[in-house]
């Protein structure tokens, strides 16, 4: 673990041996408690060495693992339980001051499927199982459960992430093999070798945090868990990180604060600058500063679909991807990114030199799910006639040919906190609102968050609308809460093309113009 715990009771630091027994042990407890392979599990847990040990022992024992972030409404949790068929869960007693135990044991008494909920961390509330008292009990839990997989047991399921498409979840199915070849790819490309330390500060049973620990696994490193309250925190725990123990420091953080940890780290005075690897939605958004000195590897998500990883050079800005296959130091090619002709929303005719980004590749999610032998049918993600995986990114031909950058998205949408935002479902969500004439969400830059949402409305003959009252709305409206805005704006109108649809470029300068001119006034 990092230096700074967020569950409290809980701080570990285990030898690849010890991990070894805990994951056994605890693989053999999910067996006795009736879950079978293929079985899902919710992991709703901060980034904690024990998060690491738990997702290791759900594969060892055949299950599938699938994120509940922190952040997620209940809503959003019970849409991914129904989802994903979730039959346990393991969460911490608290992180921080939420009662994330409490919580998680009332959404399981709601959800009929969730048959287990198991607690990390002291103060465990009633109706859970302590994972203290499992693992005090290592040498009575007897050994994980024997597999029999059909085919290549490394072509099941192994995890499900999650992307947002047409305002909607959709399972990302990750195989085993899919986790191995990310973390190859990732330690291949940021130089991640044997006995290096890479220090990672993303959720565990995220994509990002999927891809540390797959990298650790697959390179032979040191995995060290940062929960980071605060990026001077971060820094100190990354310095701590790096104690002379192991070899090369490798840290693993979202792109957006990549600047202000590079300035602190700097301000800080130490010497020795570890190599970094942001993980960003997609390059060319705000997201990804030039860094001169450092030595630095983009890893882009598509919307939470996969992570691409590209080597900058000298640190300075992102490196396009490349018109083709994506070709690693070792000559082993990880995915090919293809450009298919398709109109950008606002766009009036096609080129040749544009299109929508389609994947394919060792590290390209294309699995169904529910897997066949569970007895499930059907792919979630969206694929093409040619079976290439549609990111929903709007991609241009670099001048010579050679490269791919990212040009927006293909429909409506804001990036916020690396997760894809539908607007034009927003805007329905939004005039709900008692008391609008029309309503429409766009979205704004944010420092921190790649993109915020702005909510943009015309009130009824004499409404008066409070911004706190809309808040409320749309919170007991189920709302997640990267989607709520946090900006609400008066506007005269809507500005809307002749087919109806909002222009989101012409609303941004409706609704934010008198924002900048007030601040102007004020300063």
Partial sequence: DGPDGPVPGVAARYGYREADLRVEGLAAFFAGLGLKPDNVLGVNLPNVAEAAIVILAAWRAGLVVVPLPLHWTDREIARAVEHAGIRAIVTASKVEDRPCGEHMRDIAADNFTIRFVIGLGEEQPDGLIDLALVMADLGGLGAAPDLQRRGNAADHVAALSFSRRDGRLVA?????????????????????????TLASSMMPAGLGGLCALATALVADARLVCHHGRSVEGLVAGTVQSGD?????LHLMIPATLARPFAEAFDAAGESVR??????AHQPGRGETPALDGWTVTDLSSFGGLTLVPVRRVEGRRAAPWP?????????????ALRLKPRMRAGDRRPSASTGEIVLEGAIVPDAPWPEPAAGGSGRVLAVNGEGRLRTGVFGELTADGKGLRAGGMVADSAIVAGETIDL????????????????????LDDALLGQRVGMAYVPSDGAEIDPEDVAAFLEADGLGLLERPSVVAKVAAIPRGTDGKVERSALFVKAEAPRAAKAVVAA
């Fill in 424 to 443: 034009a479902a927003l805007d329905a969500r939004f005039a709900r609102f008692p008391g609008l004439a029309d309503a429409a969400a766009y979205a």
């Fill in 172 to 196: 990302v199915p990750l195989t085993h093999n899919h986790l191995i070849a990310l973390g190859r790819a990732h330690a291949d490309a940021a130089g991640v070798a044997s006995g290096a």
């Fill in 323 to 335: 018109a083709g296959d994506l070709v690693l130091a070792s000559g082993a090619v990880a995915a």
């Fill in 274 to 279: 570890p190599a970094l690897s942001l993980v």
């Fill in 244 to 248: 002379g123990e192991s070899g090369p």
